[in-house]
């Protein structure tokens, strides 16, 4: 059986049982646009005009509201870390993520969830969380 005919059995059942993805599962998927995003800005020569409607289009999570990726270019400390954001999806209240914020990729190559009332988790797409 080909993984995407498994994914898609799973999905289902996931469905019909009434099981919601988990925030690490939004991270994971979420996090893969981001990546692709980030490897092709490296493959233009990092341009500072580069444009993200050109590789990705939005996907409306559970509430209808489009995913908003953008240009994130912040500096995270935390851990004793720190992390140079460069792109970003943001989500809404009662979106993907229990609470709003901004899932974000760095230079260094990690993802953080940087949630608007300041919780940050480090690699979200590899450990079970919350954003409650």
Not at 65 to 89: L, Q
Not at 95 to 122: C, N, Q, Y
Request: with cysteine.
């Amino acid at each position: 059986m080909s993984k995407l005919l498994i994914a898609v059995v799973l999905f289902l059942v996931a469905a019909v049982v009434g099981c919601e993805p988990t925030e690490r599962t939004h991270a994971r998927t979420l996090g893969g646009q981001l990546r692709y995003l980030y490897q092709q800005w490296s493959k233009e020569g990092r341009p500072a005009s580069f444009q993200l409607t050109n590789y990705i289009t939005s996907i409306s999570d559970t509430n209808s509201t489009p995913d908003r990726f953008i240009v994130f270019t912040n500096t995270v400390s935390t851990e004793g870390s720190v992390y140079h954001c460069r792109f970003a999806v943001r989500s809404s209240p009662g979106g993907r993520f229990w609470k709003p914020g901004v899932l974000a990729i760095s230079d260094e190559g990690v993802l953080l969830w940087i949630a608007d009332d300041g919780k940050i988790v480090v690699a979200p797409d590899t450990k079970e969380w919350s954003s409650k």
